[in-house]
């Protein structure tokens, strides 16, 4: 059965760092692209971040380019953000998804990340 859970949000002042984590379950991550994609409050789906297949290049969306950093752990089966100098504007719901942008088969259940002093 395939499966992603996220886990790793939580409450942090602007400035401040998260990492959030993907555990994939009932495939191999690294023969999929995956993706990390957001709701604000309000607002539409953003996309942010993308892992691709095999080899894995990295691509981010310019609003958090230089801040936020996408990895993956193949012994895992683990996907990563590691978000840095967080603003409030960050502050969503982080969900892990599998497939090629946009064209999504799996989504996990969602982590709240909030940024506010």
């Known amino acids: 059965q395939v499966q992603l859970v996220e886990s790793g949000g939580g409450l942090v002042q602007p400035g401040g760092s998260l990492r959030l984590s993907c555990a994939a379950s009932?495939?191999?991550?690294?023969?999929?692209?995956m993706n990390w994609v957001r709701q604000a409050p309000g607002k539409g789906l953003e996309w942010v971040s993308s892992f691709s297949s095999g080899g894995g290049t990295t691509f981010y969306a310019d609003s958090v380019k230089g801040r936020f950093t996408i990895s993956r752990n193949n012994a895992q089966n683990t996907l990563y953000l590691q978000m840095n100098s967080l603003k409030p504007e960050d502050t969503a719901l982080y969900f892990c998804?599998?497939?090629?942008?946009?064209?999504?088969?799996?989504w996990g259940q969602g982590t709240q990340v909030t940024v506010s002093s």
């Open positions: 009932g495939f191999t991550i690294n023969s999929y692209s």
């Open positions: 998804a599998r497939g090629n942008r946009w064209a999504f088969d799996r």
